[in-house]
């Protein structure tokens, strides 16, 4: 699979206590959403871990820019805030008996925004960590994910998107379906959407390789690469050889951040792991190996590209990149 690839806002905790508020915002759900200027609602919806909005009273809390901006109490799982001004915001929910959960959300313009939250049960030292898993799909919703991963697989991509609706209309919140539908969007080279279902997976069932590996190619071609380090580090982390796509991601997110010495890094393993299968791996650690001023390595590299790819879309930019290193005196 070929995909381009794949700012973060660093959330700073906020010493401050939250000053009390004369109004709070309502549900305005059954009569629209008023909206003046650059004003925005922000309807948050606090969830467990089965996908299904918290009984308990949570406090949510809303930031900008790591300043204290409001707070509220969930009524059925829900919380509305009117935001000042737009642009990137924090949520953090508390619950008792959950772990605290905070979600960046950037608010680009005017209008209601709906957001999920999902929390996970804080465990007592005592108490079992098996309990429960992510929720089990219906029939329906079983045949409708195992038609559209089927149909991904074969290319139908059309196919595959109508039988993943079906299945996530079923399963609103089933990790499974999320992870196909992003890996759908980013096959479709939907990146945003691809982000946001890859995100909610993450919250429901933190962890996974294959959905933080995913989420970060996303995150890469969004050109948020300082978002993108973490999530892909992570998934190294936990599986070190999972795949040169992976590492391949990384290396460019590391390249965009000026980290030459780590983008080369992992530009060679990808390079190790791809067995040269990719025309982007091989053009990639080329440009790392010049950045780090090893350019007769990459002239090597891109030599042997040309040598089995000189007729690929790719092969242009190797010998403009080759005659560049010439004409510059980088190499003989």
């Avoid at 050109?223 to 380090?229: C, D, H, L, N, S």
């Avoid at 190294?236 to 460019?252: F, G, M, R, V």
């Avoid at 690929?312 to 560049?324: C, F, I, K, Y």
Wanted: contains cysteine.
């Amino acid at each position: 699979m070929r995909l381009r690839l794949l700012h973060a806002v660093l959330f700073v905790s906020a010493l401050l206590s939250f000053l009390p508020f004369a109004s709070r915002c309502q549900d305005s759900g059954d009569q629209g959403t008023v909206v003046r200027g650059d004003r925005a609602e922000i309807a948050v919806t606090v969830r467990d871990g089965s996908g299904a909005p918290i009984a308990a009273p949570a406090s949510v809390k809303l930031y900008k820019n790591g300043t204290p901006s409001d707070q509220s109490s969930t009524s059925h799982g829900r919380a509305f805030f009117i935001a000042r001004g737009l642009g990137d915001f924090t949520i953090v929910v508390d619950a008792a008996g959950y772990k605290s959960e905070e979600k960046e959300i950037t608010v680009p313009v005017a209008g209601k925004m709906e957001i999920d939250v999902y929390l996970h049960r804080d465990l007592a030292p005592n108490e079992s960590a098996s309990a429960p898993g992510k929720p089990i799909l219906a029939p329906e919703a079983q045949k409708a994910l195992s038609k559209g991963a089927e149909a991904l697989r074969a290319g139908k991509l059309d196919q595959a998107e109508k039988e993943l609706n079906k299945a996530a209309n079923l399963a609103p919140a089933n990790p499974d379906v999320l992870y196909i539908q992003g890996i759908l969007y980013l096959r479709q080279s939907n990146w945003e959407k691809a982000r946001l279902v890859l995100e909610k997976a993450d919250q429901i069932e933190p962890n996974q390789v294959r959905v933080l590996s995913a989420l970060g190619m996303a995150l890469v071609n969004e050109k948020k690469y300082e978002q993108a380090i973490p999530v892909l580090e992570k998934s190294i982390q936990l599986e070190p050889n999972a795949s040169w796509e992976t590492d391949w991601a990384s290396a460019k997110a590391y390249y965009s951040q000026e980290q030459y010495g780590l983008a080369l890094k992992m530009a060679q393993q990808a390079h190790t792991m791809s067995h040269g299968s990719s025309p982007q791996v091989e053009l990639l650690l080329a440009q790392c190996l010049t950045a780090v001023g090893r350019y007769e390595e990459s002239a090597q590299v891109l030599r042997a590209f040309l040598n089995s790819n000189g007729q690929s879309p790719e092969a242009v930019t190797a010998r403009r990149w080759l005659d560049n290193l010439a004409a510059n005196g980088k190499i003989r």
